[in-house]
């Protein structure tokens, strides 16, 4: 095989791989919206007091952070401390992803064989020299959407009640299944005060103590 032949299936590689990370980014895009559906249905299931059209009148143009405290507020009135704590957890999670979907939303996206999907605001940052990076791996993006998909079930399985969770059925709702998606904090090169576009780290194991 000659070397052009090689350069050839070297870039073929290259744009396949490209595919599929901007295949995980539209997934996780459509798996976020459908979590955040799901939010939106557990306030107005957290609301007996309106029917569902009254609901969707309320709260239908409400912004995400202010759905959310409210969302928090009725449950704690209505909610054993168990489906709160769900409910809170799911919360906080889904913040989390979406403040990583924002930005591969609305900053400029490249890939980069070497770090993966790069994201950054250096086309439209109001300080030219202070430019915003991130870089997301596939594996970042996938556990992403799954945890998108997880949260809109747990989301639907809420009980507004004072009832505690039924303990056999937990692990079918999916409480207790670990996140899958955990973030690094961002890297920044010493003196230029930019992210720099580092693949993320996940946390390792510690090891156990010597005596």
Same mark, same amino acid.
């Given at each position: %095989?000659?070397?052009?032949? =090689?350069?050839?299936?070297?870039?073929?590689?290259?744009?396949?791989?490209? =595919?599929?990370?901007?295949?995980?980014?539209?997934?996780?895009?459509?798996?976020?919206?459908?979590?955040?559906?799901?939010?939106?249905?557990?306030?107005?299931?957290?609301?007996?007091?309106?029917?569902?059209?009254?609901?969707?009148?309320?709260?239908?143009? %409400?912004?995400?952070?202010?759905?959310?405290?409210?969302? %928090?507020?009725?449950?704690?009135?209505?909610?054993?401390?168990?489906?709160?704590?769900?409910?809170?957890?799911?919360?906080?999670?889904?913040?989390?992803?979406?403040?990583?979907?924002?930005?591969?939303?609305? /900053?400029?996206?490249?890939?980069?064989?070497?770090?993966?999907?790069?994201?950054?605001?250096?086309?439209?940052?109001?300080?030219?020299?202070?430019?915003?990076?991130?870089?997301?791996?596939?594996?970042?993006?996938?556990? /992403?959407?799954?945890?998108?998909?997880?949260?809109?079930?747990?989301?639907?399985?809420?009980?507004?009640?004072?009832?505690?969770?039924?303990?056999?059925?937990?692990?079918?709702?999916?409480?207790?299944?670990?996140?899958?998606?955990?973030?690094?904090?961002?890297?920044?090169?010493?003196?230029?005060?930019?992210?720099?576009?580092?693949?993320? =780290?996940?946390?390792?194991?510690?090891?156990?103590?010597?005596?």
């Amino acid at each position: %095989m000659s070397d052009l032949d =090689k350069l050839g299936l070297l870039q073929q590689f290259l744009r396949e791989e490209e =595919k599929g990370y901007y295949a995980a980014v539209g997934r996780l895009v459509t798996s976020y919206a459908r979590a955040e559906a799901a939010a939106r249905v557990s306030v107005r299931r957290a609301s007996p007091g309106l029917s569902d059209k009254q609901a969707r009148i309320i709260f239908g143009g %409400m912004r995400f952070p202010d759905l959310s405290e409210r969302l %928090m507020r009725l449950a704690k009135e209505i909610c054993d401390q168990e489906w709160i704590a769900e409910l809170q957890t799911l919360l906080d999670q889904f913040a989390l992803i979406g403040t990583q979907r924002d930005r591969i939303a609305h /900053m400029s996206s490249e890939y980069d064989y070497q770090l993966g999907l790069v994201v950054s605001n250096a086309l439209t940052a109001k300080d030219a020299d202070k430019p915003e990076s991130h870089t997301f791996s596939l594996p970042d993006l996938v556990a /992403m959407a799954d945890d998108c998909d997880l949260i809109f079930t747990r989301f639907l399985n809420i009980h507004f009640s004072k009832d505690p969770l039924p303990p056999l059925s937990l692990r079918r709702l999916g409480v207790g299944i670990p996140w899958r998606y955990t973030p690094a904090g961002p890297q920044k090169t010493k003196g230029s005060g930019r992210a720099s576009p580092r693949p993320p =780290k996940r946390p390792r194991q510690s090891s156990p103590e010597k005596g």
